[in-house]
């Protein structure tokens, strides 16, 4: 697999540097720490604090942050400028990121690495600008005609905010794919305490660049095994790339169902499955012999922990875990965390238990239950009462 | 001087079969497009053709040896000004980027032309108009004339024609030119498009032998009858994008301010304490609850800020909540507040609204402007004359400061740091009004 790791930036930080910081201002500086290069953005509460910090700080270190007229555009100036070499991203919530899906999936077809930070508000249409939700889950994986899947990294502090970011960026550039930050408006526009010093992040990597000295001709989408990435060569750079949104062979050539044009597209799914396992990411509250397990992701995460930490002080047996990996859905680590347990709860600010939808497939024979809520933070009162 | 042997360049592919129908005028396109690339002569890893959707769309699988990029219906122009950006500011703007682009995706990605006009990128527009919809079955587009029969205007066109010229001109476009496909000059006309520096459109007339003619009287004659901008229309002086950012933009070096908060005092709190600013927009509450966050966190506690406010930022109510804490902050909602602060009128309807009054319990300190009508809540409710001591612009902060020298939760030194620093001379107006504040807060 094209995997290299070309620069390690890691920055020794001070002791203590805190800062006070959201969610969304972290976005951006994980942004910068993995090397962005570009980022174009258009205004939509609650997202537009990535924007504005991108439009202050990525100029300054010779980056290009622009405003874009609309999401389709400021989705597409990032997928050219990709292709072109740079290292993107664009910001949005639902509104905008409707308007983006056909961009989306076309940096999907063509294998250009782009980020995309969408901070969920409420739904659907307008909705509430100023208001959270949890409920663009599925709305923002199963987004592909094809059914694809596209990573989802969900934050659920400033601090995870930096490190989701560092690692959005090392999965796009890797896999050459769109990957999402999914966050909320609870983790994107409140002001916390940040210790710079403590912060974790992944190494700043880059796609791995096709040179003559692999010995072969340049496809712009060669691989070996189904599961390859194909090596990058930019537009304008000294091989000839041919990019297409449609189906195509390894050489770009529109075709239609040769068998190498129907293993392109299944190369595209392929890439993603090789890696479920190092893209997971499950922080697990350890709580030996408990019955329960309760699971979240995003805002209502630190309220699962407040929940669990209760609980398990009265003398229940809860392990919690903040699933950080939302897709590829993190299956070994998820049925890890639910081993000798009979009940699963899971918290999420949507109606309907869209996460649990897609998860409790995983968890034959145990019986799992969702606390929801529309436009209303999840309280620890309400999970706790779903702990019994 | 001694002679160097150029070399020549090709683009198209040798015996290349074309993919369009008879007689379709995107045939004379491509061979115009290559005779200006073959006269600009440009190297061609440094070209990239970025095509549209439709006929003209597929274009890109003629070209053997320029970068292409066959993108998504009428989002050519945004992909296009996405790779100029790029290689204009971040490389050493070697490209020259050509939009491929038919009437239909002129006008579903209308935007993007304006835009990359306005904002004078460095792509070259080549629009073929062949006024309808070619690969979709000949449907009309919104640059069909008037009268033009196709499937889906069996009477007629009723709606006049888009003057795609017109609009870029007036949204600034640097070179608009428009010709007949035809036109034995089309070749220069490219040559002179590519060359020219910013964004350059190119309105090539066509005919769809397919879907036009059989159904309409159109021909040669007429498509040359429709041209009305044959002279380049250039505005000069005017700074292509990539220029104008690496110039004004890029590496200005804005006073970065050191943010840093060190924990240089002490607070004796254990635990959370949650507290609600509820006032009106525009009297510094949001300020006020930045400020004590500030010092929470002078004071080696941990602190969450969030605030609210109606849509329209600057008028309404303004909510701020804090949770302060000797602990990590997990939950950071407010389920029942140590104390509120209610400022004005504003602040009461919201606190109303939203549920902050009926989630006091009696341990909750609320201090309430003294003006303000009665209202129901558990809490320990102190109505003091806070605007009239503090005026509404320090209602808030001075309030928050007096509760705090009795509940001593944050370090006052720190907060009277926090507030000397902020508001300088003028600090001396919060020292009075705390002064006058503290004794009435009797708990
Ligand atoms: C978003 C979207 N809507 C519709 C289509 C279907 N479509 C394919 S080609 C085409 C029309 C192309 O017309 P034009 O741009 O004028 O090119 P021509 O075929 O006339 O050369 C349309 C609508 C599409 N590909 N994408
Ligand atoms: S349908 Fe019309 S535009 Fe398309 S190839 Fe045929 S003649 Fe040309
Ligand atoms: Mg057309």
Redesign the interface.
């Known amino acids: 697999m094209a995997i290299v790791m070309v620069e390690n930036n890691e920055k020794t930080m001070n002791p203590?540097?805190?800062?006070?910081r959201t969610g969304n201002q972290m976005i951006a500086e994980g942004a910068l720490h993995a090397g962005c290069?570009?980022f174009?953005g258009y205004p939509i509460t609650p997202a537009s604090g990535v924007y504005k910090a991108m439009i202050?700080q990525l100029?300054?270190r010779?980056?290009?942050a622009?405003s874009?007229?609309?999401e389709?555009?400021a989705l597409?100036?990032?997928?050219?400028?990709?292709?072109?070499?740079?290292k993107?991203m664009t910001a949005s919530s639902g509104p905008g990121w409707s308007l983006m899906i056909?961009?989306v999936q076309?940096a999907l077809m063509t294998e250009l690495p782009v980020v995309i930070a969408l901070v969920q508000r409420l739904g659907p249409s307008t909705g509430g600008?100023?208001q959270n939700g949890q409920a663009d889950i599925l709305f923002t994986e199963f987004c592909t005609s094809g059914g694809y899947t596209i990573p989802i990294f969900a934050p659920s502090t400033p601090q995870e905010c930096f490190e989701v970011t560092t690692i959005a960026f090392k999965w796009a550039e890797l896999l050459r794919t769109p990957v999402i930050i999914l966050s909320d408006k609870?983790v994107g526009?409140?002001?916390?305490?940040v210790d710079f010093a403590q912060l974790k992040s992944s190494p700043a990597w880059y796609r791995k660049e096709f040179s003559t000295q692999n010995g072969k001709e340049h496809l712009t989408y060669d691989f070996q095994e189904l599961a390859d990435v194909p090596l990058f060569s930019p537009?304008?750079?000294?091989?000839?790339?041919?990019?297409?949104?449609?189906a195509h062979d390894k050489r770009?050539?529109?075709q239609k169902n040769s068998s190498e044009t129907l293993d392109v597209l299944i190369h595209l799914q392929k890439k993603i499955e090789a890696h479920i396992e190092e893209m997971a990411i499950v922080r697990v509250d350890e709580q030996e012999n408990a019955d329960t397990l309760l699971l979240s992701f995003g805002?209502t995460a630190?309220?699962a922990?407040?929940?669990a930490?209760r609980a398990n002080a009265e003398g229940k047996k809860v392990r919690n875990a903040n699933i950080i990996t939302l897709f590829p859905i993190p299956e070994t680590l998820l049925k890890e965390a639910a081993r000798g347990v009979r009940r699963i709860v899971v918290a999420e600010e949507n109606m309907t238990g869209q996460y649990r939808s897609v998860i409790q497939s995983l968890f034959a024979g145990k019986e799992i239950v969702g606390v929801n809520s529309v436009g209303k933070?999840i309280?620890?009162?309400m999970i706790m009462e779903a702990l019994v | 001087m001694t002679e160097e042997t150029v070399q020549q360049y090709a683009y198209k592919k040798e015996n290349a079969s074309f993919p369009f129908c008879k007689g379709c005028g995107h045939h004379h396109y491509v061979n115009h497009l290559d005779d200006a690339l073959v006269k600009l002569n440009l190297d061609?890893?440094?070209v990239?053709i970025?095509s549209d959707i439709g006929c003209i769309g597929?274009l890109?699988?003629l070209f053997?040896?320029?970068?292409?990029?066959?993108?998504?219906h009428g989002?050519s122009t945004?992909?296009?000004?996405?790779?100029?950006?790029?290689?204009g500011?971040?490389?050493d703007s070697?490209?020259k980027t050509i939009v491929v682009i038919g009437d239909g995706g002129a006008t579903i990605g209308l935007?993007?032309l304006?835009?990359a006009a306005m904002m004078n990128v460095d792509v070259t527009v080549l629009l073929a108009n062949n006024f309808l919809y070619g690969m979709t079955g000949g449907q009309h587009s919104q640059f069909s004339p008037l009268d033009f029969v196709t499937p889906t205007t069996p009477a007629g066109n009723i709606v006049p024609p888009m003057d795609i010229c017109s609009i870029v001109k007036t949204c600034g476009a640097s070179f608009v030119r428009q010709a007949a496909a035809t036109d034995k000059n089309l070749g220069n006309i490219i040559a002179e498009a590519i060359a020219h520096p910013g964004f350059a459109l190119v309105e090539i007339l066509e005919l769809c032998t397919e879907w036009a003619t059989p159904f309409n009287k159109i021909d040669g004659k007429m498509i040359n009858g429709k041209i009305q901008y044959s002279e380049s229309d250039s505005t000069p002086g005017r700074s292509d994008f990539s220029s104008l950012?690496k110039e004004k933009?890029?590496?200005?070096?804005?006073k970065?301010v050191d943010?840093?908060?060190?924990?240089k005092f002490t607070s004796p709190l254990q635990g959370t304490r949650r507290i609600v600013l509820s006032g009106t927009a525009g009297e510094k509450v949001q300020l006020a609850s930045?400020l004590f966050?500030?010092s929470a966190?002078s004071s080696g506690l941990?602190?969450?800020?969030?605030?609210?406010?109606p849509?329209t930022q600057g008028s309404g109510f303004s909510v701020s909540e804090l949770c302060i804490s000797s602990e990590e902050?997990?939950?950071?909602?407010i389920?029942e507040p140590d104390a509120v602060i209610i400022s004005s009128p504003e602040g009461l309807k919201e606190a109303r609204a939203n549920g902050t009054l009926s989630k006091c319990s009696t341990n909750t300190v609320v201090i309430a402007e003294q003006t303000l009508p009665e209202f129901e809540c558990p809490g320990k409710v102190f109505r003091l004359p806070l605007r009239a001591i503090c005026t509404g612009n320090r209602a808030a902060l001075s309030a928050l400061a007096s509760l705090n020298v009795k509940k001593g939760w944050v370090s006052q030194e720190a907060l009277v740091e926090m507030i000397d620093t902020k508001f300088k001379e003028k600090s001396l107006l919060y020292h009075r009004d705390i002064e006058s504040l503290v004794p009435l807060i009797t708990i």
Not at chain 1, 189 to 193: G, H, I, T, V
Not at chain 2, 64 to 72: E, I, K, Q, R, Y
Not at chain 2, 329 to 333: A, E, F, N, Q
Request: aromatic share 6%.
């Open positions: 203590s540097s805190i800062k006070i290069q570009f174009a202050e100029p300054q010779n980056g290009v622009i874009a007229p609309d389709i555009s597409a100036y990032c997928v050219g400028a990709s292709g072109r070499g740079a993107a056909e961009t076309y600008a100023t609870e526009m409140m002001s916390e305490d537009v304008g750079g000294n091989y000839k790339v041919t990019m297409t949104g449609s770009g050539t529109l805002i630190r309220t922990k407040e929940a930490r933070m309280t620890p009162g | 061609p890893k440094k990239c970025v597929i890109d699988s053997a040896t320029p970068h292409t990029f066959h993108t998504t989002r945004a992909f296009a000004t996405g790779i100029e950006l790029a290689d500011i971040l490389n070697r490209m935007l993007h304006v835009n950012y933009v890029l590496g200005a070096q804005k970065n943010d840093t908060i060190t924990p930045f966050m500030k966190i941990h602190a969450t800020q969030k605030n609210d406010n849509v902050i997990l939950y950071t909602g389920d």
